[in-house]
Structures are given as C-alpha cells and as structure tokens.
C-alpha cells in the first residue's frame, strides 16, 4: 500500500504561483510514475502532468507553465505551478501507479486532493 499526502494548495491571484507536493510512504515507489490530475466543480478529473524516472508527460492545457518534478530520496512528486488561469482552479490529486500512460485508471493509488483557487 502507498499512502499520498500533498499540501501547498491555496488561493493566488491570476498571473501567480504555486508549487504543490505529494509525500508517499508505506512502499517505495522510485520506479513508479508519480503524477496529478484535477477536478474542477462540475468537471470530470483530468490529467495534469506526470513523471517516471526522467520522463515527463503534461497536457496541453498546462504545457510550458506548469512542471513537475520528484525527489526519489524523499518519494515525493512537486508541481510547480506558474502563470496560473481562473481555469486552473481545482482541487488537485496526487497519483502513483505501475504505468507511462495518462488516464486515471492506470493509476492505483490517489491522494486526497487539495485545493488550488486562482482568483481573476
């Protein structure tokens, strides 16, 4: 079992940042792909951004703002957030899973999500 907590979460302006991190513990997960997805109030979740080993995947709608990272000594993931949109408000979900793909089902474990708002 993994256990996911993230934290970093809050309310910034349009224009601002934010960097969220995903602490994981009760397995190592160094060769597991670590990711995120959202979900916006009324919105089905989606895909945000996610890395195995030294390779990084990001949907479109985040390319070139957002970026994640890990630290595999730490089993935690990051997800730098920059010149963020109203659009990005969602709470956010850490994820970890035997998987290069993208979509939730290739993900077997989830945090609890935290909240991001970016006001316009």
């Known amino acids: 079992q993994v256990q996911l907590v993230e934290s970093g979460g809050g309310l910034v302006q349009a224009g601002g940042s934010l960097r969220l991190s995903c602490a994981a513990s009760?397995?190592?997960?160094?060769?597991?792909?670590m990711g995120w997805f959202r979900q916006a109030p009324g919105k089905e979740r989606e895909f945000v951004a996610r890395?195995?080993?030294?390779?990084?995947y990001y949907a479109d709608s985040v390319k070139g703002r957002f970026t994640i990272s890990r630290d595999n000594a730490k089993d935690t993931v990051y997800l730098q957030m920059n010149s963020l949109k109203p659009e990005d408000t969602a709470v956010y979900y850490c994820?970890?899973?035997?998987?290069?793909?993208?979509?939730?089902?290739?993900?077997?474990?989830w945090g609890q999500g935290t909240q991001v708002t970016v006001s316009s």
């Open positions: 890395i195995r080993w030294s390779d990084t």
């Open positions: 009760g397995h190592t997960t160094s060769s597991y792909s």
């Open positions: 994820v970890v899973g035997r998987t290069w793909g993208y979509y939730a089902d290739d993900f077997d474990y």
